[in-house]
T-cell receptor
Framework: DAKTTQPDSMESTEGETVHLPCSHA???????IYWYRQVPLQGPEYVTH???QNTTNSMAFLAIASDRKSSTLILPHVSLRDAAVYHC?????????????FGEGTKLTVSS | AQTIHQWPVAEIKAVGSPLSLGCTIK??????LYWYWQATGGTLQQLFY??????VESVVQLNLSASRPKDDQFILSTEKLLLSHSGFYLC????????????FGEGTRLSVL
C-alpha cells in the first residue's frame, strides 16, 4: 500500500501557482520523498525529491514540513503542459535497489 | 547522457501467445533496472528489479518472468499471455547509491485479445 495520502484532484488556471499537498505521517528518518508526474500513455516524469530541507529546481519547489510528516509541491506559473497526475512517493529500499509504491496521485487540471 | 529505450512501442497479441519486451540503458554502467506495470485505469506496480547481470528479483507474481542478459539490457517475457496481462509496461533505471530517483522509459502498450 502507498505510504502517502494525496487529494484525488485539483484544478488551476494558467499562470497560477499551484500547491499540491502530500501527507506521509509514517515516514521513517532515512526515507526520501519523491515527486513524479505522469500523463496518459507516457512514463512517469521525475519532478523532484528531498529528505529534510526544502528543494528547488527548474520545475518545482518542494516544501517539507519540519516534522517531515507532510510536504507540498509548489508549481509556479502553471501552463497547460503541467496538467498531469502528480505522485508523491516514499522510496522503499529493497536489496540495494529502490522500490517506488505508487498510489492514485493527484490529477491536476489546468484551464486556459 | 544516459538514455533508456523500450521496444516495441505497442503490441497486440492473442491470448496464449508468447511475449518478449525489451529495455536498453545507454550511458550508465551497472544500473539498477526495474519493470513496472500499469493496468488500464490502475496504479503502477513494480514487477521485477535487478541490481546486476544475471540476477533478477520478483516483486509481484503475474505469470511473467524477467531476465538481465547484459549489463544494459532487461527483458520481460512470458510463454503464454493472459487477458489480464494487458496494460502499460514501463522500464526504469537508477544508480545503486545516493538515493537517485528511478527514471522511466516511454513504455510499451500491450493489448491481449
Amino acid at each position: 500500500d502507498a505510504k502517502t495520502t494525496q487529494p484525488d484532484s485539483m484544478e488551476s488556471t494558467e499562470g497560477e501557482t499551484v500547491h499540491l499537498p502530500c501527507s506521509h505521517a509514517t515516514i521513517s528518518g532515512n526515507e526520501y520523498i519523491y515527486w513524479y508526474r505522469q500523463v496518459p500513455l507516457q512514463g512517469p516524469e521525475y519532478v523532484t525529491h528531498g529528505l529534510q530541507q526544502n528543494t528547488t529546481n527548474s520545475m518545482a519547489f518542494l516544501a517539507i514540513a519540519s516534522d517531515r510528516k507532510s510536504s507540498t509541491l509548489i508549481l509556479p506559473h502553471v501552463s497547460l503542459r503541467d496538467a498531469a497526475v502528480y505522485h508523491c512517493i516514499l522510496r522503499v529500499d529493497q536489496g540495494g535497489s529502490a522500490k517506488l509504491i505508487f498510489g492514485e496521485g493527484t490529477k491536476l487540471t489546468v484551464s486556459s | 547522457a544516459q538514455t533508456i529505450h523500450q521496444w516495441p512501442v505497442a503490441e497486440i497479441k492473442a491470448v496464449g501467445s508468447p511475449l518478449s519486451l525489451g529495455c536498453t540503458i545507454k550511458g550508465k554502467s551497472s544500473p539498477n533496472l526495474y519493470w513496472y506495470w500499469q493496468a488500464t485505469g490502475g496504479t503502477l506496480q513494480q514487477l521485477f528489479y535487478s541490481i546486476t547481470v544475471g540476477q533478477v528479483e520478483s516483486v509481484v507474481q503475474l505469470n511473467l518472468s524477467a531476465s538481465r542478459p547484459k549489463d544494459d539490457q532487461f527483458i520481460l517475457s512470458t510463454e503464454k499471455l493472459l487477458l489480464s496481462h494487458s496494460g502499460f509496461y514501463l522500464c526504469a533505471w537508477s544508480l545503486g547509491y545516493n538515493n537517485q530517483a528511478p527514471l522511466f522509459g516511454e513504455g510499451t502498450r500491450l493489448s491481449v485479445l
